[in-house]
């Protein structure tokens, strides 16, 4: 029956896959909630109020929502298939969850959920899978999550594991299954449909007993034929829902009243440390579980290193501290940068540049509104900023374009924007030149970078490197910048940061 609906004509799959969809998100578990009884994996609304609401797989993420995003997911499958007439085939999807990484012995780092799986399921345990059957004999697509197997003796160390019968009722699931099924699912599968088509990413792996027996799997095929659904995957997760925005204000929110709190405890000879610990913990003591990158904590001449995270040195009096750091809110990152003299005055130069980079930054802001791509508002930053440079006359007065931008690029190394959101660089797979549009979020991050070896400006600059960067929600009524909470202005930055001075 699927099969038929599929092929007889190509639209009628999407109105089946609506109907799906609706059904799947209407539908009442008869059940009572086992997880009533039972602890899950990870936090529920009976077991941490606090933080999650009924009906929340993870904070102010519904259960509906994953589901729909399943479903957007199968959707683009079944489009991609229709343009390449692999439509009539079983589609097999298979995203795999992250497994625990250990730094020695037995000893792990924090866990990271594999981000595209915690998208669709929005389960946090290690070593779980998730699989989407789109096959002909059943009626409908099938979502299947495989959580790890009961084991009393690891359970007494690490805590309760999700059963797969309460899968169903707490992430909407189709079905769950136990992860010792894994194997024997995907050779039955196979047995019983032998032309499918693979969804996989073998590419970057995430899980090591998955990916080995998803290439045991693939080596008994027949029909050898794969594609990794990472793309398509990004695609969804590039455009924010209004819960997902929610959160990354939320997330900018913590971030920019962290910055200020650290801002105004700065004075001369403060280790970079303790303005990393004095972020870390404002982050966390407003509810963020931690910050989303090692920041850069870098003063003086450090600030020219783009990288910077050793964060080991003194500030000194006179010197500025360009900070980079963000906290992650219920698995959505923020990403600031603001620099700022640690005595509480910018010396002269120090302003000058500093004058120079927020002018610009203000203005790319405002460039989105035009809804650029990324790479032409880098084009734009370098543009600005040579601009400016020439009228303070740090770059030569020049007639043509080219040397302006070589000259500002010589002077900014990195690209101005990156997409934001579950991950820092948020869906890697999207390409910067396409048109930014309502619902992304971007970063706008110029910045300006004088080390102490550069040869071409006088030697009062040297030293100086500058960023700002700003988080900014694309809507149809212009860019909305999420940290805008964040103090910036020059006279602002200077009122916080001489707050505590001795
Ligand atoms: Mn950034």
Not at 415 to 423: C, I
Not at 429 to 446: C, D, L, Y
Request: proline share 6%; glycine share 4%.
């Amino acid at each position: 029956m699927f099969r038929k609906l599929v092929s007889t004509i190509a639209a009628s799959h999407i109105g089946f896959l609506r109907r799906y969809c609706i059904r799947t998100n209407t539908a009442k578990s008869k059940a009572s909630n086992p997880a009533k009884c039972r602890a899950l994996g990870q936090p529920t609304s009976e077991t941490h109020p606090h933080l999650i609401n009924p009906d929340e797989v993870t904070p102010l993420i519904t259960k509906t929502e994953y589901q729909h995003r399943r479903c957007q997911l199968i959707e683009s499958i079944m489009q991609k298939a229709i343009k390449t007439s692999e439509y009539q085939k079983n589609h097999l999807v298979i995203v795999s969850g992250a497994s625990k990484q250990y730094m020695s012995d037995k000893i792990p780092y924090f866990f990271r959920q594999n981000t595209d799986f915690l998208y669709l399921t929005g389960c946090q345990e290690p070593d779980c899978c998730l699989v989407i059957s789109i096959d002909e004999s059943s009626n409908e697509p099938c979502s299947i999550l495989f959580t790890r197997d009961k084991d009393d003796h690891a359970e007494l160390w690490d805590g309760p594991r999700t059963h797969p019968e309460d899968v169903k009722s707490f992430f909407g699931m189709d079905r769950g299954l136990p992860m010792s099924e894994f194997e024997g699912y995907l050779r039955s599968y196979g047995r019983a449909f032998r032309d499918l088509n693979l969804w996989y990413d073998f590419v970057t792996p995430s899980q090591k007993n998955i990916h080995t027996s998803v290439c045991n799997f693939m080596s008994d095929l027949s029909n050898k034929k794969w594609e990794n659904p990472r793309s398509l995957i990004h695609k969804l997760r590039l455009y924010k829902s209004p819960a997902e925005i929610a959160l990354m204000q939320k997330a900018s929110d913590i971030t920019a009243a962290a910055f200020v709190e650290t801002m105004s405890c700065s004075r001369p000879n403060i280790g970079e440390n303790q303005l990393f610990a004095k972020i870390d913990y404002e982050c966390r003591m407003r509810g963020a579980e931690f910050l989303a990158y090692p920041p850069v904590v870098a003063g003086g001449n450090r600030a020219n290193i783009i990288h910077y995270i050793n964060n080991n040195q003194l500030v000194e009096d006179g010197e500025m501290v360009l900070m980079d750091a963000g906290c992650e809110y219920h698995g959505y990152a923020s990403d600031v940068t603001r620099t700022w003299p640690v005595n509480g005055k910018f010396t002269s130069q120090q302003r000058e540049i500093y004058e120079v980079v927020y002018c610009v930054q203000e203005e790319l802001i405002d460039l989105c509104n035009k809804c650029p791509t990324l790479d032409a508002l880098f084009e734009s930053m370098c543009y600005l900023l040579g601009k400016r440079l020439q009228e303070i006359g740090l770059i030569s007065i020049q007639p043509s374009n080219t040397y302006l931008m070589k000259a500002a690029y010589q002077l900014c190394p990195h690209h101005v924007s990156h997409y934001l959101g579950m991950d820092i660089h948020d869906t890697p797979s999207i390409n910067r030149n396409i048109k930014i549009e309502p619902g992304m979020v971007i970063t706008v991050e110029p910045g300006i970078y004088i080390s102490n070896n550069n040869k071409s400006l006088p030697k009062s600059y040297h030293g100086i490197g500058i960023r700002i960067e700003d988080d900014i929600l694309i809507t149809v009524n212009g860019p909305v910048v999420l940290s805008r909470k964040c103090p910036k202005h020059p006279d602002e930055i200077e009122k916080i940061a001489s707050e505590n001075q001795s």
